[in-house]
């Protein structure tokens, strides 16, 4: 078993930069493939970005592409995706999840086992 906590999250003008980190509990975490997602009011949640286990592939929505990176540092236990050139559309809550695989990592939801309580991104126009 493996918890999750995601920190970072803020108000933030459009054109700006946050770094949301996803620590996790036990020894394991290098085995996890992570993903972010995110729900905005209204909406259902949606794919984000995902990181391999070794970092080698990383995955990323197209509303994203090129604005975002998620990165992962196994011997801290932690997830991170730097978000640069906020847009208000990017406002939402947003969660991280761990797969444990040894391969891949998934772009949908449902493929995840482990999720964390979410933090909230508010970006003002």
């Known amino acids: 078993q493996v918890q999750l906590v995601e920190s970072g999250g803020g108000l933030v003008q459009a054109g700006g930069s946050l770094r949301l980190s996803c620590a996790a509990s036990?020894?394991?975490?290098?085995?996890?493939?992570m993903g972010w997602f995110r729900q905005a009011p209204g909406k259902e949640r949606e794919f984000v970005a995902a990181i391999t286990w070794s970092s080698t592939i990383t995955y990323y929505a197209d509303s994203v592409k090129g604005r975002f990176t998620i990165s992962r540092d196994n011997a801290k236990n932690t997830v991170y995706l730097q978000m640069n050139s906020l847009k208000p559309e990017d406002t939402a809550v947003y969660y991280c999840?761990?797969?444990?695989?040894?391969?891949?990592?998934?772009?949908?939801?449902?493929?995840?086992?482990?999720w964390g309580q979410g933090t909230q991104v508010t970006v003002s126009s």
């Open positions: 999840a761990a797969d444990q695989r040894a391969w891949g990592a998934p772009r949908v939801s449902f493929e995840y086992e482990h």
């Open positions: 036990g020894r394991t975490f290098s085995s996890y493939a």
